[in-house]
């Protein structure tokens, strides 16, 4: 039963982007190399996620659900029973559960761009909640987003949990924002997860974790690499490194060389001088005033606001 009842949407609810192929020769072609973040999530990236959310430094994950427990109450008289809930990067995810319970939508849509781990977790949903309708939508949700005909409710709202957000510049964030409240009906309400600006020590254990889980899931890019593109790449040979950027309001995490080497692709020779870096990843932080900012700017209403006791991290709801 439970592997029948998601409504699977294989339609492109994205426009096509470019592969991981094509986006790894372009960003190793850079002069200051760089690689989208989303390359980090294919199944075995998607696993180290989950156990960095599991580790006792990144307390984005545990905050934010203690505030959607403590919010949930509130959040289901917002939103109301009739509605579509829509996940942004559908993770295996604990909160999209603290959510369902206490809205009890009438259907939930997991959007995600890892298809082996969406189709897992939406099945999942799909045999714990048999009320609930569950659709799943493989789809680049940072490129153009569409909803898939004939999946609607009297209100949406698009759950955007862990601070994903964050991947996105601050100008991106908000041309993405801006897109999501076109691709949504209006009087659609977004439900989003942002971390805080904070001390940087907390900031960088947070991505420095010591059981090392970060650094192999930033890693296993190289590993990816490999294993799908046949890439000739030493992993051994690149250590990871994560720190605070603090003009910049962001958690920078690259690939450093620890040598003279060259990553070799489809006959191509991309050459790393030693300490040379593979920009692999921002994670922007905000203030809470400063992304109530963003979100007037994309064209939304900041409803309310939840944020845990020692301000590590923010709930908001928006409304177009
Ligand atoms: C999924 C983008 C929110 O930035 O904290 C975790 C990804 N990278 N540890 C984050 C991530 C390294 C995560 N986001």
New binding site residues.
Partial sequence: MSATAVRFHDQHVDEAGPSFGDGVIAGLSRERKRLS?KYFYDERGSRL?EA?CRQPE?Y?TRTEEGILASAAEEIAAIVGPESLLVELGSGASRKVRLLLEAVRPRRYLGIDISRDFLLESTRRLAADYPWLEVHAAWADFSRRLRLPSGVAGRRVVAFFP???I??FSPREAEAFLAGLRRALPAGSGVLIGV?LIKDRRILEAA?NDAAGV?AA?NLNLLARMRRELGAAVEVGAFRHLAFFNAPAAR?E?HLVSEQRQAITLDGQRFAFEPGETLHT?N?CKYSVAGFQALAARAGYRSRTVWCDDEALFSVHYLSS
């Fill in positions: 973040p996620f960095i990144y984005l862990g601070s994903s964050g991947n971390d991505y970060t899931f958690i995490m990843e994670s």
